[in-house]
């Protein structure tokens, strides 16, 4: 059973706009993001309202992780200059969530689109990405 939420924008999406839905299973969603940090940046949605990855039962977090693949070979298909993913969510107010719904980011890299990309997810905390220090200059 999916459980909605009132005022939440991604219950919104499920009764509201489906239209913006590209995929879907049993438990979760896909869209695209609305404020999106790359071309095809995706959002994996859980249908049922729970607040972030922590509280996601197991098949949740198997329906998520099944969109999430198969978005994966979408994007890929769609555009050859995709050469990597990160995938990350953000879990609680100090860690940036926004939208009180979990949701995981897919969001697609090509070569160049930042200056130094080595570190991805690590680059969350400014000035904490870099291995630079450890390594000498590279």
């Not at 999106?36 to 249908?47: D, F, G, M, N, Q």
Request: charged share 20%.
């Amino acid at each position: 059973m999916t459980l909605l939420q009132a005022s939440c924008l991604f219950c919104d999406i499920q009764k509201m706009d489906r239209g913006r839905i590209i995929a879907e299973n049993e438990l979760a969603y896909a869209t695209r993001d609305a404020y999106p940090v790359a071309p095809h940046h995706t959002l994996l949605i859980p249908k049922r309202h729970v607040l972030d990855y922590f509280g996601l039962n197991a098949e949740e977090m198997l329906a998520i992780n099944d969109l999430l693949n198969k978005q994966k070979i979408a994007i890929d298909a769609l555009d050859p200059s995709v050469g990597g993913y990160n995938i990350g969510m953000n879990c609680g107010e100090v860690a940036g969530q926004s939208v009180w719904h979990c949701h995981v980011h897919l969001i697609p890299r090509r070569k160049y689109d930042v200056e130094y990309p080595k570190g991805g997810v690590r680059h969350v905390i400014p000035w904490k990405g870099s291995y630079s220090e450890l390594e000498g200059t590279k």
